[in-house]
């Protein structure tokens, strides 16, 4: 369910997708008609090529050495899953197709095809734009970062709700911190039976741990200076009673 604050800057199709690629520790591949999981095996190349070690014994491998050329067409496919738990904790998935090759020991896929689905819909990323993009700066420290801000500071999750647009917390039962990226932050807004996000913008991209400190500082000193939706003050005051 989507919510209707009003979505500002946010990551291109192909960086979000090459973010995606970045923090997923685990994939699925069918080749072949074979399909396997694999968890911390596969390494990323600046290009956006997966490298994938395989064990001597593994399926997959026969199937490259076997291909004609040994380069078998393949489906890659990850998951990003958001840090905090809550309610359609898979953020986004990404699938890739394209083909394999048996090199150094491993496995080198390179992408022919990239399908980002997010909640909005899937989009096709263009291929030259998915090879030239870069990760979000922030993605690596993006875990560590939400579930601090969910585990150790709840009543600044809570101060920032004043930044929302009263009717995006209609029936809220809980605002969790949801994805955070140069751009901005994201809180899942949950209700008893739905779900929706809204985004708050920062004045300038965080392009390290350093900036993203001080512009979360300038959310929370704005949502210092705001009202209290009246959506949260009526839940309180139901709680009290």
């Known amino acids: 369910m989507g919510d209707t604050q009003d979505w500002t800057a946010a990551p291109a199709a192909a960086e979000r997708a090459r973010s995606v690629l970045a923090a997923a520790w685990s994939c699925a591949v069918t080749a072949d008609g074979v399909r396997e999981e694999y968890v911390g095996a596969h390494t990323v190349t600046d290009d956006g090529a997966v490298r994938l070690t395989v064990p001597d014994d593994s399926a997959l491998l026969t199937a490259a050495v076997r291909a004609p050329r040994q380069e078998p067409s393949a489906v890659l496919e990850f998951a990003d899953v958001a840090p905090v738990p809550v309610r359609g904790r898979i953020r986004a998935r990404l699938c890739l197709a394209g083909w394999f090759a048996a090199t150094d020991g491993s496995l080198l896929f390179r992408p022919t095809r990239v399908v980002l689905r997010q909640s909005a819909g899937a989009v096709v990323v263009d291929l030259d734009e998915f090879t030239a993009a870069r990760p979000d700066p922030l993605t690596g420290a993006e875990s560590q970062l939400l579930t601090h ?3 150790a500071h709840p009543d600044a999750v809570e101060r920032l ?4 647009r009263p009717e995006s917390l209609h ?3 809980r605002v969790a911190p949801l994805a ?6 994201t809180l899942r807004i949950e209700r008893a039976r739905a779900h929706g996000d809204v985004r708050l913008p920062f004045h300038a991209p965080a392009d ?4 993203l400190a001080e512009r979360m ?3 929370l000193t704005q949502a210092g200076a705001a009202a209290c939706p009246r959506a949260l003050q009526r839940q309180r005051a139901d709680g009290d009673g």
């Open 161 to 164: 709700t004043r930044l929302v």
């Open 171 to 173: 029936a809220a039962t």
């Open 149 to 151: 801000l969910a585990d």
């Open 180 to 185: 955070v990226d140069r751009h901005g932050l």
């Open 208 to 211: 390290d741990v350093a900036q």
């Open 217 to 219: 500082h300038v959310l």
